[in-house]
C-alpha cells in the first residue's frame, strides 16, 4: 500500500464525518417496529457515534485540516451525536498524551482500577471526570467556559430540532443506549485494552497495538494505540503499512503487540 498523502488523509476524514453525522442524526426519524430493529438502531448508532469520535479524535492532533481553525470546526462537528463538548476532549486528550499513563497527570488514568467491575461505571462518568479534573488543574479558562456554554445550546437546538420531528421518546431512547454501548466499547477496547499495566516506563511500552488489519480498518486506526502514542503526526490512514499481522488466533481473540518496558524487565 503506497503511503496515504496529508491531503487525501484530511479529505477522506472529513467525508467520514459528513456521513457519520448525517446518518447518527438521521437515524432518529426512523422509528424501529420491533425489538430486533430497535437493537439494530441502538448499535448502529453507538458505532455511528464511535466512527464520529474517532474523527473528532484525529481533529485534536490537526489530521482535519491546514489551520488550527478548521481542525477545531470539524472536530467540534464530529461530535455533536455523541453530545460531548470538544472543548473538553481537546484538552484532556492532548494532557493524556503529554503524561500518558501517571496517576494524577493523565486525566485519561482514571480508568486505571483494580476492581473490573468499576471499568464499565468509569467509563460512563469519563466526560464528566475530564471536567473535574481539568477544574482541578485550574485548566478552564474563560473563553473555555464560553465555549461549553455555547456547544450546549447548539446541542439543545440540534437535538430540540429532531425531537420535535421524530418525537421526545424516540431520541432519548435513541441516543442514552447507544451513548452507553458506546462508552464502553471504546474506553474499554481502546482505552483500558491498549494501556493495560499503565506502563510509565519507555514511551513504547505506555501502549499497544493491536493485531490484524480487521479491527484497523473498523476502528479508524484506534486499534495502533502505540503508533499513535508516538507518532500523533500521522493520521490514521497513514499507519496502515504498520498494522502488525499476528497470527489468525491472535486477531480472533483481539490479542495486542505488547513490548514490556527493558528496564523493568531485567
Known sequence: MNQVTRPFAILVNRVVICFAVGLALGSYFWHPARIFQYLLDICLRAYL???AGSMAHEAVHGHLGNSKRANLWWGRVALIPTTVPGVTFRKTHLRHHAATNIPLEDPDEFLNTKRSWEIPLRALAMPHHWVMWLHR???????DRIEYLVTYLVYTAVYGLIACFAGVERVLLGLLPAAILHSWILWYLFAVKTHEGYSTGTP???????????????????SMHR??????????LQMARNVPAGSWMQRVRFERDIIVDARKAA
Not at 488543574?137 to 473563553?143: P, S, Y
Not at 511500552?205 to 473498523?218: A, P
Request: glycine fraction near 6%; avoid cysteine.
Open 49 to 51: 457515534h464511535f466512527v
Open 137 to 143: 488543574q485550574n485548566r478552564l479558562t474563560r473563553r
Open 204 to 222: 513504547e511500552s505506555r501502549s499497544h497495538n493491536y493485531y490484524g488489519r480487521l479491527l484497523y480498518w473498523l476502528s479508524f486506526g484506534l
Open 227 to 236: 503508533l499513535h502514542h508516538l507518532k500523533p503526526n500521522l493520521a490514521w
